[in-house]
């Protein structure tokens, strides 16, 4: 259970209102700040999720579904994919996009969903957004199967410049004018504040492993700045120390 927001944070409630009022602009900003490139962020990130033909995943944090279809492509024929978000707004704009995936209100700390459910559970960009990480990455490892993946898609601090200087006039400086544009520079101010406070590449893969995930791995792409880990729930169903 949260005890209140960190300095520099948003209550969940806050956060929630937040993305539905930049709905609207989420995917247009989202092309720009990442020159296109978050699709084949999505792509990896679908790659090692290895979700084929006839499986059964969820998306958690699905926002407007992008990683959702990436997700959906894979698994036909024959398989199926729920978008989970908070954002109702979000889901509004992800609907239209693939009628066929069922884009489903859920609060990834208490997602509405039986235990040992989906093959793959999958969250792209909304994990430093969780008001509890380990609750939320708790909780995608509850309704994975017993041998299925979990995948966790975001942005990460470079500490080697010059990119970790560029990273941060990008995300101090660009990222928040941006938002300004949009009229939502509250919402483009706390974007680059929650990329800061996420754990680093390391750290988040220590915390995949407390919440019982096996055979963990992380790679880093785009010079350092996005980190995608992907661990398995053991097949009994216990967690344990990584190798």
Do not use: C
Not at 11 to 33: K, P, T
Not at 150 to 158: A, K, Q
Not at 185 to 200: H, I, M, W
Request: zero cysteines; charged letters at 25%; a negative charge.
């Amino acid at each position: 259970m949260s005890t209140g927001p960190r300095a520099g944070t948003l209550e969940e409630s806050q956060v929630r209102a937040m993305f539905d009022r930049i709905a609207g602009s989420y995917d247009l900003l989202n092309s720009v700040m990442t020159a296109g490139l978050h699709h084949r962020w999505r792509e990896r990130a679908a790659d090692l999720a290895q979700a084929g033909p006839g499986d059964t995943v969820l998306d958690v944090a699905t926002g407007t579904g992008d990683l959702a279809v990436e997700l959906d492509r894979r698994v036909q024929p024959g398989g199926t994919v729920i978008g989970s978000d908070f954002s109702e707004e979000m889901l509004a704009r992800a609907r239209p996009k693939a009628p066929d995936i069922a884009f489903e209100w859920g609060n990834a700390l208490d997602l509405p969903y039986e235990s040992d459910r989906f093959d793959a559970v999958t969250v792209g960009f909304g994990a430093r957004n969780f008001d509890d990480l380990e609750a939320g990455l708790r909780e995608m490892t509850r309704v994975a199967k017993p041998g299925g993946r979990v995948v966790v898609l975001e942005i990460t601090t470079p500490t080697k410049p010059p990119l970790s200087e560029f990273f941060r006039v990008w995300f101090d400086t660009v990222v928040p004018r941006l938002g300004r544009l949009t009229g939502e520079s509250d919402a483009y101010t706390y974007l680059p504040n929650s990329v800061k406070r996420f754990p680093g590449a390391h750290e988040l893969a220590a915390t995949l492993d407390r919440v019982g995930l096996t055979e963990i791995r992380y790679l880093l792409t785009a010079g350092g700045i996005i980190a995608i880990h992907a661990g398995r729930k053991p097949l009994d169903g216990a967690g344990g120390p990584s190798s």
